[in-house]
């Protein structure tokens, strides 16, 4: 006859054996139910109309490269105009029309896809009759407007040459404006704050380029061919604590 505690621990046993049984039960089944999921086939007689015109849809859809790139970055905002047949229900029957209805800009509905957005870029961008732009160097800021007129340039209120007396740092605010040829069909409007002549003479730069940009949006290749568009991050960097500058050391001194 088995004692107490044999008996419980064997009673134990038998219970971990068949929980552990179970769960091994209960796996094979769920990989046998993924398996057969997985090789599942359709009967085409059993589908309706419209579950047809669905996965020939969705079958195009998955051809395309631009659709692969864009369902795996925006799925939720792809599945919200897709969902319910979108397509299918718009064209009905005639499903190849959908594909070059798109790259020509006709999907219904706010949705235009990335070749649409893309357009819409191409404005250009002028308010109260003037083109703005900004632009930033060291410490400097430069807030420039452009509006038609002959070709006056104005710096915080004062005349071009007046403000600028180096003709490297004249050259600099001239140069986009040299490039485009659009000079003398404008009026230059542009405010500086902070740093020096050469920093403010850079920020102007590109916030004259950025605004030409604006005012003419076929012109922004060009200046970004010619590094107009580029922003210089570089500053000078702070002194250190124990240092002479930032980097430079102080003299040693033996005593």
Known sequence: MLDEPD?????LDEVERKAKADKKAAKKKRMADHIALKH????TNELSQSMERQIEIYKQIRREPFFQHYISNNLRFYSDRMNSAMLSTIYGENKSTWKRDFYNHKLPGDYKGRYGLAKAHTDPKIYNGRAYGKGHRKTCDAFCSIREGTGKIKINKQDFLDYFTQASHRNLIIKPLMLTSIGIEVDVDLYLEGGGMTGQAQAGRRAVARAICNWNP????LLKRYGM???DTRKKERKKTGLYKARAKYPYKRR
């Open 7 to 11: 008996e419980e621990n064997a009673v």
């Open 40 to 43: 599942t086939t359709f009967n």
């Open 218 to 221: 076929k012109l922004k290749n």
């Open 229 to 231: 568009l580029e922003l």
